[in-house]
């Protein structure tokens, strides 16, 4: 099983995860608390160790702020929070696509309350199932085991030290932490290093 530490933008976030590796780091660059701009995510993205995979988090963004981010190495991942369609989805991965670069790989993110009508044929090569759009709150996680989901997922959404291994107990491709990973809106390193540690254990 793979982890998400989300949200980062400070120099110390990039020390707590090049230390504990989770999986992916993510970057925001929607309007957020910890939004990033494009020369500090650059910055940061560049201190992460090779392993760790840079995603970019969007709502409704214009494809070429994504382009530009993905063609300079600044995100290998895209994950879209807002309205975008498989008309979106299509034409990003088609300006994205490139003989130099591997192809972008872009994540959809799913409210619980839109599962049974927005889960199906996507060219989104994972799904993210949150309660909102970086809500930090959970949802009644039952209602994922009625739900086939034939795409790769990420669970977010309120999960922390108190709850990982129940949202591990469902079997998720990913787990994505936010601000289950902080004290008081900054990210902790003991509550990273914790929780990805946790997830490795339950491989």
């Not at 995860?17 to 992916?24: G, L, Q, T």
């Not at 192809?103 to 199906?120: F, Q």
């Not at 540690?197 to 491989?203: D, E, L, T, W």
Request: charge should be positive.
């Amino acid at each position: 099983m793979r982890v998400k530490i989300c949200g980062l933008f400070r120099d110390e976030d990039i020390n707590y995860v090049n230390e504990a590796r989770p999986d992916f780091a993510g970057f925001v660059f929607a309007k957020s608390q910890r939004q990033v701009s494009v020369p500090l995510a650059q910055y940061l993205r560049f201190r992460l160790v090779e392993s760790i995979v840079p995603v970019g988090v969007f709502v409704n963004a214009p494809i070429g702020e994504i382009v530009a981010l993905f063609q300079n190495g600044i995100i290998s991942v895209a994950q879209l929070h807002g309205d975008e369609d498989e008309s979106y989805i299509s034409a990003l991965k088609k300006k994205c696509a490139s003989e130099k670069n591997a192809p972008i790989r872009i994540i959809k993110v799913i409210k619980s309350d839109e599962l049974k009508n927005k889960i199906g044929a996507t060219e989104a090569d994972y799904y993210l199932i949150d309660s909102g759009a970086g809500s930090g709150k959970t949802f009644d996680w039952q209602q994922l085991k009625s739900i086939k989901i034939k795409k790769p997922w990420f669970l977010a959404g309120g999960i922390g030290l108190k709850n990982v291994e129940q949202a591990m107990a469902l079997k998720p491709f990913a787990i994505d932490i936010s601000s289950g990973a902080e004290t008081d809106g900054i990210k902790d390193r003991e509550k990273i290093l914790e929780l990805v540690s946790i997830v490795r254990k339950g491989k």
